[in-house]
């Protein structure tokens, strides 16, 4: 079980669940931008300002989606990181961090060249999938513990 009763609760009345149901799909969106133009560069060799600028954006987003997860997460498991049920989530979301913020210092300390520091960009973007993942799955999961299957199974 996902959710006790009181936690469930706490999930619908928090207004941190409706920020992170605005900023989630915010940040794939920002995302898909950006591997648009990182992969347009390293393929193509266009768009490099781009490239370099929108993976800073997507690392602001992740960061902002970080912080108000863990309010999120404060309001409805009353800890701000790791709770039970989210703790695998949460150990990969620390590590897709640390890429991004990865990423942020080899570009503005100008550490490696150009194409190394995309590559870093899309390490963080490879790991911020699985994670993406790991969270969609939990998602389906919440909504199949209410009896409300947002992604009903195909019958063959």
């Given amino acids: 079980m996902l959710y006790t009763q009181k936690e469930r609760i706490r999930r619908d009345n928090t207004k941190w669940t409706l920020v992170q149901g605005v900023l989630a799909p915010l940040q794939f969106v920002v995302f898909l931008v950006?591997?648009?133009?990182?992969?347009?560069?390293l393929l193509h060799g266009t768009f490099l300002h781009a490239a370099s600028i929108s993976v800073v954006i997507k690392t602001f987003v992740l960061c902002l989606i970080m912080v108000t997860g863990s309010l999120w997460e404060k309001a409805v498991f009353d800890k701000y990181l790791f709770a039970k049920p989210f703790y695998w989530e949460d150990v990969v979301s620390i590590f897709v961090?640390?890429?991004?913020?990865l990423y942020l210092f080899v570009y503005f300390m100008d550490f490696l060249s150009v194409k190394s520091q995309l590559f870093v960009a899309l390490l963080a973007y490879f790991a911020y999938v699985i994670n993406a993942i790991?969270?969609?799955f939990k998602f389906k999961l919440a909504r199949n513990q209410n009896g409300k299957n947002l992604f009903p199974e195909v019958s063959s």
């Fill in 97 to 101: 961090v640390f890429l991004h913020l």
């Fill in 134 to 136: 790991q969270f969609l």
């Fill in 34 to 41: 950006s591997l648009y133009f990182v992969l347009n560069y």
